[in-house]
């Protein structure tokens, strides 16, 4: 229905004032006169979701707000409208539109009339239908009810959406496809030959469900894999930009632990805002020496990295001025920019100060707010716990969208970062969020309830390039291309080539209940003289042991603790350190010892402000290709040293001895707070098994480079998902692959094999999970003869490896 | 024969257009969009090819191609008097002179252009990273998404010249085993463009014929029979239902591309021992000049942009913060007879014309002043600043950002031109026409036919060739 301005109405209020009276404004159309004009001065940058200045012409509401530089349009007062003020301006910095055609003397007639009568507007009427802005509290959708027996709640609202739809519902895959891409989805390996083979042959109805479980409480093989998925959404890594100037820190312990213990999420993301010092690395961002732009402080980092990883919030554009293209404000950015600073943060706009100082705030008021005049611990425990209050749904649908696009390969909202944007799926991804959360935020929890749905034990979809032109309907999982640290996994799982060094700073693994149970330390608290009870504030031991070892170590971990605080070298070299004596560290020493001469050196410093109890505790287990163990622990046998080294470990001259060493004698009370977990800790490092060492472990290097793994000096969440030419000839004549498979080769070779059809299998078996073909075993009997050769066994892998079915997750 | 015998790039250009276009997809994805509503006029191009000489570490002017009052080295001279430590020779051009030690160049000098008045912003510190990350990207470091390289804004753009030829190419400069290497990653890169439209690097000039060659110790027979192999596995695989699939079907044109580059004829153009000896040994000054041959004959081929770099190691090469003098001597020595013959070589076939030549770095020197006059930076010189006494403070120390030089050949530029003009007093800073990076940027992408306004899309957000698509080209000096 066209809207007709109301003269009528218009006079009545232009009665009311005399002054109006005589300047009665003329009779305008606002549909047919008003409309088009904005549309085609205005339109390009304040309709629909552009509001260039913070300002829109979108719909009545938004015009009457105004934009950065306040209210644009005063509705009966043409003359003092700034809108009119800037359509009819000469000055090229303040006239609009800044480009393009002026508008004629009788537009601008027409907009003023249209001001003065009230800017009257046809109800309803907005020039683009209003952005969707998706709900903040959690909801709970009622299910629909089971379809043949398919009862995961994924699948009854799946199947309830393919029915309303009359799609069809995605077939089912076979066993071995389904261990292929389960092992790959949930731990990053492919299926070994012998387990895919023992998951075959079991006959029970339940198998696939107790895979899912089993590879789940894989807790190790978890945590490996997905530290890759965490390192790229906490941008963490082991080498990069910033670590040069130490302007920037790893949370590499604190992030495998959380893994491996699988720390409910909800806690997880807790400790990453109100952070320890372990866990400090992802608030503290990365700081650039020199002089850097308002957008780009640390504090304004924290910004960005809160709301994009645990919100999916782009807090980008409103890092510099209200947003373009989202509801996002300047002051809103700044607001939680300055949850992290500790001093005045002042607004700047564009990089220019607008002579406001941020408030700390965060974004969804509506669930509580910051106390801007706490401090800024408090203020981050304030954040940490709106984050993860009970009542933001955003939070618990950010993550399990992002769990849902790695595992069904692509998000329910899409892109992932975009959570701004409508799922496809209400339903579904409310109901995933729920879920998380009434599950102790157990995101294993949702991993399995999804790899358990028949939705993801489906065909994948076979998606064409306009698969998605007319938006997205689901049809299926979406294959998924292997990540650079999964290829390098399969192709070391295959040729038995990984490395057996790695540069992640973690003690890898996870103790069994047994081998905690079982350890009994030897070590003693030791310190520097016989009044340990009363050492002086600040006072300084140094303790030495030297050792004699028959060979390299294959293992050696130890464990390492003082009160109040320690640093540990082992021959001259800078290892551990740790400052609260109630969490020991678990330590890893076997890249360190050598055969033959080693030294253990413990420099320990006593806290507090007067005389108060001091004493260190140190004890490694030394194993050897033979299997014996050596101990080395502290104890009286140590001998003092009376200056420490310096901060490299080096001493500039011979350190003299100092005094003998004492066993503390009253150690009790410190062995009943951590006596338990010296034990975990020793045996975390001494006892647990060394699976095959991960890529998500190693420094980025050439290879996983060209295969897409990201710099991480922004987050990058979601990886490349094509193969490119320069990727295609790095694998071609890349010398790390080809060296890989050199290798690869002749262990294969070793296994002695009784035909080249043999070999054939077992690689088919292992890098596609299944049989090959007759076709397949003909041709790869061409390349390796009767009598495989190396060159032949390179060749095959190769040309298998480049498979798009090995590597895609299908 | 102006014209390089390739494909028009305007035809690439529409045929990209076409592509932007109905990449709806890869918006889907998340993926860079190239913003079609901005009215971008391109330039009409100059050139179709770039060689970047990048001299990383901080070539100093007033030792090179803008030279000062010349001071000999005499112990107890006050290092304030120290302007230039190679005195002033004549070049092809009336009138203009560059230092001694460069007289090959000076005898090409009237087939360029030298822009004297380059300058960059003061950043605090003066570090040579976040102003080469600057300098590659036309974006200051940090920025929120990763910025790509001037070479990958040509290839994302304009694409290859020749399909089998890698866009960008990036010669001399390792990434692995020097020092800031993690802040020279930063900025080789392709940044939000994805690694499509990243660098191919080539370290060692010499060795570059084996990244196109089939690995070590396969001899080509059997690098045919496994890719055959391959096609031959694929043709057969039982899943070839899935082979619609538009991500299998880019792996396995990816591979198929890397296939025929490896076997193509233009491989040899990776090949520097097919040089004739002679020639070689016109260029062989090291590895810079061996990478000005190597950049030769892959713009002979279809590069479409070459990177060629004296590389950056920190403290070594151009990076003097002692020895200067005798440093930049052999940087001269290395610099001088390989980038006039590389000129001399395009021109005699028929190349120079529509092959633009950039000489640059990201910062000047000066034997006194830290960054800029006035700049609190940080004095990143050991060296007394009070009488000469040592050879080893003979020279330019310090990090200078107010007046830099940037030499250009061919690709249109003005034959035997100069450009801008810094001060002959310290502070040398540039006193007429200063050409800001955002600038020299929009005047070489508007060279290669890329309008400085060129936006994409990426998080929504817009994304410009040049910082807000504000860089304006120096038009006075295109012929």
Known sequence: MPFKFCLAAALALATLSPAALAAAPAKVDFSHQIVPILREHCGECHTGDKKKGGFSLNDRASTLVGGESGKAVLPGNAAKSPLIEAITSKDPDKQMPPKGARLSPEKVKLLRDWIDAGAPWEEGFAFKKPAYEPPLKPRRPTLPPAVAGRANPIDRILDADLAKRKAPTPKPVDDATFARRVHLDLLGLLPEPDALAKFLADKSADKRAKLVRDLLANDTAYAEHWLTFWNDLLRNDYSGTGFITGGRKQITKWLYRALADNKPYDQFARELIAYTPDSEGFAAGIKWRGDVSAGATTEIQFAQSVGQSFLGINLKCASCHDSFIDRWKLEEAYGLAAVYATGKMEIHRCDKPVGKTAQASWLFPELGQINAAAPQPERLRQLAALMTHPENGRFTRTIVNRFWHRLMGRGIVHPTDAMQSEPWNHDLLDYLASHLADNKFDLKQTLELIATSAAYQSHAQIVGKDTDEHGYTYAGPRAKRLTAEQFVDAVWQITGAAPTRFDAQVVRGKPTAEAVAAMTLSAKWIWGHADAGNAKAGETFTARKKFTLKAAPVRAGAVATADNEFKLYVNGAPVASGDNWENPEAISLESKLKAGANDILLVAKNGGTGPNPAGVIFEARIQFADGTVETIATDATWETLKSPPDAKGKFKSAPEAGGAVVEVANSALWNVKVGKQLATQLAQAATTTQPMVRAALLKNDFLMRALGRPHREQIVSVRPNELNTLEAIDLNNGQTLATRLEQGASRVLAKQWAGSDALTHWLYQFALARVPTNAELTLAREVLGEKPTSQGVQDLLWAVLMLPEFQLVR | ?479
């Open chain 2, 1 to 479: 024969m102006n014209a390089l015998p390739l494909d028009p790039q305007n035809t690439r250009r529409d045929f990209l257009q076409k592509l932007a276009a109905a990449a709806a997809t890869t918006m889907a994805m998340g993926a860079p969009r190239l913003l079609a509503n901005e009215k971008v006029v391109h330039p009409k191009a100059t050139a179709d090819a770039c060689i970047l000489i990048w001299m990383g570490g901080g070539m100093a002017a007033p030792e090179t191609f803008d030279p000062k009052r010349y001071q000999p080295f005499e112990k107890g001279v006050p290092v304030k008097n120290i302007l230039s430590t190679f005195p002033a020779i004549p070049t092809a051009v009336d009138g203009v002179k560059i230092c001694q030690g460069l007289e090959q160049i000076a005898s090409v000098l009237d087939r360029g252009t030298i822009i004297r008045s380059a300058v960059q912003p003061d950043l605090g510190h003066i570090l040579h990273s976040r102003h080469q990350y600057h300098w590659h990207t036309g974006y200051v470091p940090p920025q929120t998404v990763a910025a790509p390289h001037l070479g990958a804004w040509m290839s994302k753009v304009l694409g290859p010249r020749n399909p089998v030829m890698p866009a960008f190419i990036n010669v001399g400069q390792r990434l692995e085993g020097v020092g800031e290497q993690e802040e020279l990653k930063a900025f080789t890169t392709a940044g939000f463009f994805g690694n499509e439209f990243g660098p191919m690097n080539l370290p060692y000039p010499d060795d570059a014929a084996q990244s196109v060659r089939p690995p070590k110790g396969m001899e080509p027979g059997r690098f045919d029979n496994r890719y055959s192999l391959y096609r031959k596995l694929v043709d057969k695989n039982p899943h070839r239902e899935f082979m619609s699939d538009f991500q299998q079907e880019s792996m396995l044109r990816s591979l198929d591309n890397a296939h025929r580059l490896l076997s193509s004829k233009e491989r040899a153009a990776f090949d520097l021992a097919l040089e004739p000896k002679e020639n070689y040994a016109k260029y062989n000054t090291g590895r810079f000049g061996q990478g000005c041959l190597l950049a030769r004959r892959l713009v002979e081929n279809g590069a479409r942009f070459v990177e060629v770099t004296t590389e950056y190691v920190p403290f070594l090469h151009w990076d003097t913060h002692k020895d200067g003098h005798e440093t930049v001597a052999g940087m001269h020595k290395q610099m001088d007879a390989p980038i006039a013959q590389l000129v001399r070589d395009l021109e005699a076939r028929g190349l120079l014309n529509r092959t633009l030549i950039v000489i640059a770095s990201e910062f000047s020197r000066d034997a006194m002043i830290e960054g800029i006059p006035g700049s609190n930076a940080r004095d990143q010189a050991t060296a007394p600043s009070e009488t000469l006494q040592e050879m080893k403070h003979y020279g330019l120390h310090r990090h200078f950002t107010g007046g830099t030089s940037v030499v250009m050949f061919g690709g249109g530029v003005k034959k035997g031109f100069v450009y801008g003009q810094t001060a002959d007093e310290r502070p040398l800073v540039a006193i007429k026409n200063p050409v800001p990076v955002m600038d020299l940027h929009a005047t070489i992408f508007t060279a290669m036919g890329i309008s400085p306004k060129t936006v994409f899309d990426i998080e929504g957000r817009p994304f410009y060739a040049t910082e807000d698509g504000k860089g304006r080209a120096v038009k006075e000096i295109f012929a």
